[in-house]
């Protein structure tokens, strides 16, 4: 399997719902980070994914560069009261993901839901 095609297997997953396939393509022990004030392991990020999916009014990739060792993906996420904007940066190694680094628009975030995230250093 390509790195694109698993790029684009894993963001079609993820914003389709199917929970199985992230963990699958997730490798064992896979490093997880992102920008909320929430801790964050693999089954944290599946389900969160699997929220923002459920309440999305949809969600789009907007920008994807891919390279031999992983891809970096933007995405607006529209809801009912507006849009926010996510990038991932994902590290794949032996057709695995094996590193994600999600930033999430705190500023938007704020905006919808205040207290959400604290974004003070």
């Not at 790195?3 to 297997?9: A, Q, T």
């Not at 064992?28 to 801790?39: Q, R, T, V």
């Not at 996420?77 to 993901?97: H, K, N, Q, S, W």
């Amino acid at each position: 399997m390509g790195i694109e095609y698993l790029i684009d297997f894993y963001a079609e997953s993820w914003i389709g719902g199917d929970c199985d396939a992230v963990r699958h393509l997730l490798a064992p022990g896979a490093e997880i980070e992102w920008n909320l004030d929430l801790p964050v392991d693999d089954e944290e990020l599946v389900q969160t994914l699997n929220r923002i999916a459920l309440f999305a009014d949809g969600v789009q990739v907007v920008s994807k560069a891919c390279n031999e060792g992983g891809a970096a993906l933007v995405y607006d996420c529209a809801a009912p009261f507006g849009t926010a904007r996510m990038t991932e940066f994902l590290v794949v190694d032996g057709g695995r993901i094996t590193g994600v680094r999600q930033i999430y628009d705190t500023v938007a975030l704020n905006r919808f839901f205040p207290g959400l995230v604290d974004d003070e250093p």
